[in-house]
C-alpha cells in the first residue's frame, strides 16, 4: 500500500527514525511485527526491505521504524522527505506474546534490535539489556526509561555501561531479583541471540526471540528467508521456517542453536 512520510530524522551517526501514515497497519501492529518497504522501483531495489516496527500512534494512523543506513537501500530511505510516498505492507509476521502478569519481561537487545520490542513497554515495563559495539552504537534507551523500563547497559568496548556482552548482564540481573520469575525477549545480531538462547536454556529460563533472515517476498510464498528450528518428531530432529511468516518472532523451545 502507498504511505506518505510524514518524518524522517537521523537520531544519531547512521541511525533514522522514520514515521508515516498508514492506519490500518497502526491499528494491527504490535511488537515483533516488520513493515515491508519498496523504496523506489530501481532496477538494483526491486526487493523490499523489512523493518521491525517500533511504535504506532494508533490516532494519528502513524507507524514508526528505526533503521540504520548500512547500504545503497537504506542510503536511498534516509534521503527521502515528509510528503514522499513508500510502498509498505504490515504489519508482517508473528508478533510477541504480551508479557503475563506474573513475570519481570526482560527485552535483551543487540543494536537497534531494541526498536523491536519497545511496544511491549506498553502492556507491562520491565527491563532492557542493551547491548552494542560502543556507545555510538546505543539508541532508544532514553525512550524505555522514559516508559517505565529499568535499563542496563553492556558495550564490547566499554566505552558505555559493562564491558563485554549484552549476555554478560543475565547472571547479575537474576542475582538481583531472587525468586522473580522472568519471560525474555530477543532480538539482534543471530551470534547474540544463538548466545542468549543457550544461556537461557543453561539456567531455565523462557523466552522469544525474534530470528530472521534476508527476505525476498516477505508473506512466505518464495522460501527464500527460512531459518532452521527445533522439530523432534522429524528424523533430523530440524525443519526449516520461514522467518517472514513463521516467525520472525520463534518461541525459545523452537530456537535452533545446533
Not at 547479575?172 to 532480538?187: E, I, N, Q, R
Not at 547474540?192 to 537461557?200: N, P
Not at 543453561?202 to 523466552?207: A, F, M
Not at 523432534?232 to 542453536?257: H, I, K, M, Q
Amino acid at each position: 500500500m502507498n504511505a506518505t512520510i510524514i518524518a524522517n530524522a537521523r537520531i544519531q551517526g547512521d541511525y533514522f527514525q522514520l514515521v508515516f501514515s498508514a492506519p490500518e497497519m497502526a491499528e494491527r501492529a504490535a511488537a515483533g511485527h516488520f513493515t515491508h518497504i519498496r523504496i523506489d522501483r530501481r532496477q538494483d531495489r526491486i526487493l523490499r526491505r523489512p523493518f521491525s516496527i517500533h511504535d504506532t500512534d494508533r490516532a494519528a494512523g502513524t507507524v514508526t521504524v528505526v533503521y540504520k543506513v548500512v547500504g545503497g537501500g537504506t542510503g536511498a530511505l534516509s534521503q527521502l522527505r515528509p510528503g514522499d510516498a513508500i510502498d509498505a505492507l504490515g504489519p508482517q509476521g508473528r508478533a510477541y506474546s504480551p508479557p503475563a502478569d506474573d513475570v519481570l519481561p526482560v527485552a535483551v537487545a543487540g543494536g537497534y534490535g531494541a526498536a523491536a520490542m519497545f511496544m511491549l513497554t506498553r502492556r507491562k515495563p520491565g527491563v532492557l539489556l542493551m547491548g552494542a559495539r560502543s556507545a555510538a552504537d546505543v539508541i532508544l534507551t532514553d525512550r524505555y526509561r522514559d516508559a517505565g523500563c529499568e535499563v542496563r547497559v553492556a558495550t564490547n568496548d566499554g566505552s558505555l555501561g559493562e564491558k563485554g556482552f549484552v549476555t554478560d548482564l543475565i547472571p547479575k540481573l537474576l542475582a538481583d531479583y531472587p525468586g522473580k520469575k522472568f519471560f525474555f525477549y530477543g532480538c539482534g545480531p543471530h551470534p547474540m541471540l544463538m548466545a542468549l538462547a543457550k544461556l537461557l536454556r543453561e539456567r531455565g529460563l523462557d523466552g522469544e526471540l525474534s530470528i530472521d533472515q534476508i527476505m525476498c517476498c516477505g508473506v512466505g510464498a518464495c522460501f527464500g528467508c527460512v531459518v532452521k528450528v527445533n522439530d523432534p518428531g522429524s528424523e533430523s530432529n530440524w525443519r526449516y521456517a520461514r522467518s517472514c511468516s513463521e516467525g520472525p518472532v520463534f518461541p525459545l523451545a523452537d530456537v535452533y542453536t545446533e
